[in-house]
């Protein structure tokens, strides 16, 4: 899942309003719960907000915890402070908190007022962020968004529209079916290319091995190279046995 194109509240909440579905979107798993149905979880009725929340808590171990654990490139907190920020939130006390990692309490208290500084930064930069861009115009200038599990994130990923639009004019000869002539050499066009195939997959599904072939087959003829690009640069993830793939959050 792409948290780059989130708004905070989707994020914070785990889970998102898809207004031309009409329903409930899980950010972990994608699974959907159309507004207007009734869902049946644990014996009890849930319309479909609800059912999506108490469907967080219950499948993912609630949302900070998934936060905690993913592998997002915005993910930048250290070990220690994913783990501190699970205590906080667990509501241990700072005395059995500073005991279990076996420091002060005066150091879980001035840990606390590090992360309430940083929030406050945090929110200074974004309110002059959305001041500064909230009103451009999108243009074929503007650079495309970095998917969410790039492996590599440097200069190949400093791509405009106008040069996405390009490279996939180039290089596949129809896009409805979607047909690759050949596959680019060159950083910047894989990462395009790459990014295009993927969006013959379906967000949330598991495919084993042959329905990924099936798939990339009629795209490519050496599908194989494509299938483990897609995975170096981290648009797809596979099981160690390389029994099911799916697309990365």
Same mark, same amino acid.
């Given at each position: 899942?792409?948290?780059?194109?989130?708004?905070?509240?989707?994020?914070?909440?785990?889970?998102?309003?898809?207004?031309?579905? #009409?329903?409930?979107?899980?950010? @972990?798993?994608?699974?959907?719960?159309?507004?207007?149905?009734?869902?049946?979880? #644990?014996?009890?009725?849930?319309?479909?907000?609800?059912?999506?929340?108490?469907?967080?808590?219950?499948?993912?171990?609630?949302?900070?915890t998934q936060l905690l654990h993913s592998e997002s490139k915005y993910n930048t907190l250290t070990q220690n402070?994913?783990?501190?920020?699970?205590? %906080?939130?667990?509501?241990?006390? #700072?005395?059995?908190?500073?005991?279990?990692?076996?420091?002060?309490?005066?150091?879980? !208290?001035?840990? !606390?007022?590090t992360f309430r500084e940083k929030a406050k930064q945090a929110k200074f930069y974004l309110a002059m962020y959305?001041?500064? %861009?909230?009103?451009?115009?999108?243009?074929?200038?503007?650079?495309?968004?970095? @998917?969410?599990?790039?492996?590599?994130?440097?200069?190949?990923?400093?791509?405009?529209?106008?040069?996405? /639009?390009?490279?996939?004019?180039?290089?596949?000869?129809?896009?409805?079916?979607?047909?690759?002539?050949?596959?680019?050499?060159?950083?910047?066009?894989?990462?395009?290319?790459?990014?295009?195939?993927?969006?013959?997959?379906?967000?949330?599904?598991?495919?084993?091995? /042959?329905?990924?072939n099936e798939i990339l087959r009629p795209i490519y003829e050496d599908y194989m190279t494509i299938r483990r690009?897609?995975?170096?640069?981290? %648009?797809?993830? !596979?099981?160690?046995?390389?029994?099911?793939?799916?697309?990365?959050?």
């Amino acid at each position: 899942m792409d948290y780059g194109k989130m708004t905070v509240d989707e994020i914070k909440n785990g889970y998102k309003y898809e207004k031309e579905q #009409d329903a409930y979107v899980c950010n @972990h798993c994608g699974q959907v719960f159309n507004a207007g149905q009734i869902f049946q979880i #644990d014996g009890g009725f849930f319309m479909a907000e609800s059912a999506v929340i108490k469907h967080i808590r219950q499948i993912h171990s609630g949302n900070l915890t998934q936060l905690l654990h993913s592998e997002s490139k915005y993910n930048t907190l250290t070990q220690n402070q994913r783990d501190l920020l699970a205590m %906080f939130y667990s509501k241990m006390s #700072d005395k059995d908190m500073a005991k279990k990692l076996n420091v002060t309490e005066a150091t879980i !208290r001035r840990q !606390r007022f590090t992360f309430r500084e940083k929030a406050k930064q945090a929110k200074f930069y974004l309110a002059m962020y959305e001041l500064a %861009f909230e009103d451009e115009p999108a243009t074929a200038e503007q650079i495309i968004p970095i @998917h969410n599990n790039a492996i590599y994130v440097d200069d190949r990923y400093l791509i405009t529209e106008d040069e996405k /639009q390009h490279i996939i004019k180039t290089f596949f000869s129809t896009t409805h079916p979607l047909v690759l002539k050949s596959f680019s050499s060159k950083e910047k066009k894989k990462v395009v290319i790459l990014g295009k195939i993927a969006e013959q997959f379906e967000y949330g599904k598991k495919y084993s091995e /042959q329905e990924v072939n099936e798939i990339l087959r009629p795209i490519y003829e050496d599908y194989m190279t494509i299938r483990r690009y897609l995975i170096m640069y981290g %648009f797809m993830e !596979r099981t160690k046995d390389g029994r099911q793939y799916w697309l990365t959050n």
